[in-house]
């Protein structure tokens, strides 16, 4: 038997689990976040399968990774994965991390900085549990951009950054409804392997790896959107994505469509709701405010026994 294990805490927000691993992970060094985020991808890929996916995960997890920060005036540093790679940033994993920081008393309510491959965050847990994270700047690059999607025909969609990059759509496709999900899911994996063929990207060449449908809320008493959200992989998000809300609120204040001091509700597939408001920065710029709940619902060890073939996971591939 190793003597290698993980201690991990699972939460879910808004229906989407959240694994954050809270020691036993491996020595990343003492750069940035975001340099540790690719020694963590390129040397021990071992621990984002061994979270993520089965016989431990399943496609939808995401985990999280606790580390020092790197910025001295943050609380704690955070690289974040899934069952394909790391993830720049992830705001329903933000607000599953504040829970848990604060189920094992290390944080109370407040506003607490963190520190992220892609900036430093803001996270207040508010005295009734619910939790607002100020994200990274966020911004759109693109309006209208057109994709002939074969099967599906031409796609219109705004490129974004909401710390994740996106393709984001509006009433095309099938209804955005739970029944659908199957439909949903190749609509946006073809839309995506479209957008990559076409070498259509976000700045720098940056993939767009996430894809955002939305359409009319079930009930517009209580939201004004309902999405889709395509997470890397094929795996579909169970909350309504809190950094694909960031890129719809600078894409909605980019059309003039919504100003500080009003409120987007947006309605995940499950119906489960964020709040988003935003700050102006700069010409085009914002600062989203992503609001949501979380709840702690798990705590295990993780061992690694040298004759489990699975150890370390079932590889995607296979
Ligand atoms: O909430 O930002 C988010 C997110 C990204 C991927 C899954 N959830």
Known sequence: MSTLSLHVIDSHTEGEPTRVVISGGPDLGSGTIAERAVIL??????????????????????????????EPDCCCGVIFFNNVSTLHMCIHGTIGLTVTLAHLGKIGPGIHRIDTPVGVVETELRPDGSVEVANVPSFRTAAAVK??????????????????????VGNQGPAIQPSNIEDLTSFACDIRNELEKQGITGDHGMEID??????????????????FLLCPGKAYD??????????KLACLHADGKLKPGEIWRQA?????????????IAEGKIIPYVSGRAWVNGESTY????????????????
């Open 41 to 70: 991808r390129e040397q021990h890929d071992w621990l984002r399968s061994a979270v993520c996916n089965e016989p431990r995960g399943h496609e939808a997890m995401v985990g999280a990774l606790l580390c020092e920060p790197y």
């Open 147 to 168: 994709v002939n999607v074969p099967g599906w025909g031409e796609v219109c969609g705004d490129i974004a950054w909401g710390g994740n990059w996106f393709f984001l």
């Open 210 to 227: 996430h894809i955002d449908l939305f359409g009319p809320p079930s009930d517009p008493t209580w939201a004004d959107s309902r999405n």
């Open 238 to 247: 169970r909350s309504p994505c809190g950094t694909g809300t960031s890129a």
């Open 268 to 280: 995940g597939i499950l119906d489960t709701i964020f709040c988003g408001r935003i700050e102006e």
């Open 303 to 318: 061992f690694f026994d040298s004759t489990d073939p699975f150890r370390y996971g079932i590889p995607l591939s296979i």
